[in-house]
């Protein structure tokens, strides 16, 4: 069965402190990993898209990479507005996206 | 200008009532989606239609039906609402459904049923 796991479900960091944010998949044929963020009331908006072992993407304090089993979001020194919730997900068959339960990030100042 | 709107923001209403939510995009995508988010923010999807074609139906209950009169729009029309369809529901839109395809999503509906 495909699935995904994300951890830790929450993570509290001071300003400046960098961390990562794990996301676990088993799925049979992946075909792209996205990385969402969510604030409260909204909707989730794209980040990142993966598709290969190896790969990384950059978006200012942010930095996803991708392994066979396992993709991490870094966060280089984060800053308040940094904190939301990180929603990891697969794409299957039929643009169908399986998503983690999400990581609630909050730095505090 | 919103790329994908639904309306409402917030729904509540009694058990046994049927209420719609709708959506809409702008964007020119061919792919629209239905997104359930539970308490736990866990997301998972409902339905999905392409170019008003219904082409993922997962396992939800009969009482939801979707409906897309064309490729701009996806109404979701719930009968004999539960206390369990409380959650938050979740439009959202893609080009194509193609790998790597990201997805748009609107701001949400929340629906409480009391």
């Known amino acids: 069965e495909d699935q995904v796991t994300q951890s830790p479900e929450a993570l509290r960091l001071q300003e400046g402190e960098s961390s990562s944010l794990n996301c676990s998949y088993t799925v049979s044929g992946l075909r792209g990993l996205f990385w969402y963020r969510q604030d409260p009331g909204k909707g989730p908006e794209f980040l990142f898209t993966l598709y290969s072992a190896g790969e990384e993407k950059e978006k200012e304090r942010l930095k996803a990479t991708l392994t066979k089993k396992e993709s991490f979001l870094h966060i280089t020194a984060p800053k308040p507005e940094d904190s939301a919730t990180y929603l990891c997900a697969v794409q299957v068959g039929g643009g169908k996206l399986i998503f983690g339960q999400g990581t609630e990030l909050s730095v505090k100042p | 200008d919103t790329a994908v709107s639904q309306t409402p923001k917030y729904l509540v209403t009694q058990m046994g009532n049927d209420k719609s939510i709708k959506c809409e995009q702008n964007l020119g995508h061919d792919t629209m989606y239905w997104y359930k988010q539970d308490s736990k923010k866990f997301l998972k999807i409902m339905f999905s239609y392409n170019n008003k074609e219904l082409i993922i139906n997962e396992t939800v209950p009969n009482r939801f039906s979707p409906k897309s009169p064309d490729k701009a729009h996806l109404n979701l029309h719930i009968n004999s609402l539960e206390l369990g369809d409380s959650a938050v529901y979740f439009c959202?839109?893609?080009?194509?459904?193609?790998?790597?395809?990201?997805?748009?999503f609107g701001s949400g509906t929340q629906l409480s049923v009391l």
């Open positions: 959202a839109s893609s080009q194509q459904r193609q790998k790597g395809e990201k997805l748009f």
